[in-house]
């Protein structure tokens, strides 16, 4: 596999499997209009996954389905960050905002790619995760306005954070340990990143329920 | 249609201007600026086309759509999807935009030059209701990957706008 499809399915697997987490909020958010708002970043993540796989399969000869759905769970490349199943909403905006932020910073060098499929998706995508990050950071402001979400935010981040690194490259994870330390005006420590490659058990059970349906109809399910 | 009718360009674009978005029925694909071009070459029709919202469902039946009125007009569709970043809310038409209004939805706002930020969308956009400018920001998110919720404060009506990307 080449070193393009290899990163183009990394951030296609980030994207969708963070878009199943963020959909499991759909119906029992904690107000509706976070109800709406996770909902809609779940689409919009995995519209994006569908574009990279897209791009992915013309590359291998086989389809887009047949990535998102067809592998086995150990063959996924996404980051341990996006399998986490956290129904806690303090640890879903830290999950939320770290990602986002790493994205950001993902997205960028992609832009700037040589590679101009790979820069238009990336410039594409980013139009819409700009709604991302302004309601994440939205949600970093109203955490940090009170001892009580400051508490439940930094706690959530230093359990995360080790995740979080695991997002990017080594040659970009300084940029993220900047943004993030500014942003929440104190150091983080020092610690080994939660590399890809190493899944949590919460992702089987994650990819049991996502290809169900799939595996259920294997010559195709017609709706 | 007679047979010796050759299909133009002029003949696509009218067609395409027919079809509804499946979401915001009262605009045009070719309002929405989806349409990037049109090449008629004999009986063969290649339209260039590019999503709006990556993850939106209308997609596949815009698709379909699209193949149905160019087979109406007698010739062969052939429908290449662009993924590249090469439609912003600044592609909808201003025919597009008043229909916007006029259906309860407030136009996206023009793309700003620098980077779109959270006190831009807090401005007081125009409620298409009643036309103050006493609105606020509801909800980022909406109903469809497109939409934001903003609600008037003069005619006290919730109301949809499309997200500036």
Redesign the interface.
């Known amino acids: 596999m080449s070193k393009r499809t290899d990163l183009l399915l990394s951030i296609a697997d980030d994207e969708l499997i963070l878009g199943w987490r963020n959909s499991e909020w759909t119906g029992i958010a904690p107000f509706l209009?976070e109800d709406?708002?996770f909902?809609?970043?779940a689409?919009?993540?995995?519209?994006?996954a569908?574009?990279l796989y897209?791009?992915a399969a013309a590359e291998l000869g086989t389809t887009a389905d047949e990535l998102a759905f067809d592998r086995k769970p150990e063959e996924y490349r996404c980051a341990p960050l996006v399998e986490l199943r956290r129904l806690e909403w303090a640890r879903t905006i830290a999950r939320h905002w770290l990602y986002e932020t790493a994205d950001e910073i993902r997205l960028a060098t992609l832009k700037a790619s040589d590679d101009?499929?790979i820069a238009?998706?990336a410039?594409?995508?980013d139009?819409?995760e700009?709604?991302h990050r302004?309601?994440a950071?939205?949600w970093i402001d109203r955490l940090l306005s009170s001892d009580d979400g400051r508490e439940r935010l930094d706690e959530a981040i230093d359990e995360l954070w080790p995740y979080a690194l695991g997002v990017l490259d080594d040659e970009l994870r300084p940029e993220l340990r900047a943004r993030v330390e500014a942003r929440l005006g104190r150091e983080l420590p020092e610690v080994e990143p939660v590399p890809r490659g190493v899944h949590e058990a919460e992702l089987a059970e994650l990819w049991g329920e996502m290809t169900l349906v799939r595996r259920s109809a294997p010559a195709g399910a017609q709706w | 249609m007679a047979l010796s009718h050759k299909v133009t360009d002029s003949d696509v674009w009218a067609a395409l201007a027919e079809i509804p978005d499946p979401e915001i029925p009262v605009i045009s694909l070719v309002d929405l600026g989806v349409i990037k071009d049109v090449a008629v070459d004999d009986g063969l029709v290649r339209i260039d086309f590019t999503?709006t919202?990556?993850?939106?469902p209308a997609l596949e039946p815009m698709q379909r759509a699209m193949e149905a009125k160019i087979a109406e007009l007698g010739a062969t569709p052939a429908i290449n999807v662009r993924?590249?970043?090469?439609?912003?809310t600044d592609d909808i038409t201003p025919e597009g935009r008043e229909k916007l209004r006029a259906a309860g939805f407030a136009p996206p706002a023009p793309r700003p030059a620098g980077?779109?930020?959270?006190v831009q969308?807090q401005r007081g956009f125009r409620c298409p209701y009643c036309g103050s400018t006493s609105t606020k920001l509801?909800?980022?998110?909406?109903?469809?990957?497109c939409r934001s919720?903003r609600y008037c404060e003069d005619c006290r009506q919730p109301f949809e706008q499309f997200?500036t990307?």
């Open positions: 209009e709406v708002a909902s809609s970043i689409q919009n993540e995995i519209g994006h569908r574009a897209e791009l101009s499929e238009g998706v410039a594409k995508m139009r819409e700009a709604y302004m309601h950071e939205m | 999503p919202f990556m993850g939106c993924l590249d970043d090469s439609w912003s980077k779109l930020d959270l969308l509801e909800n980022l998110f909406g109903p469809t990957p919720i997200k990307i």
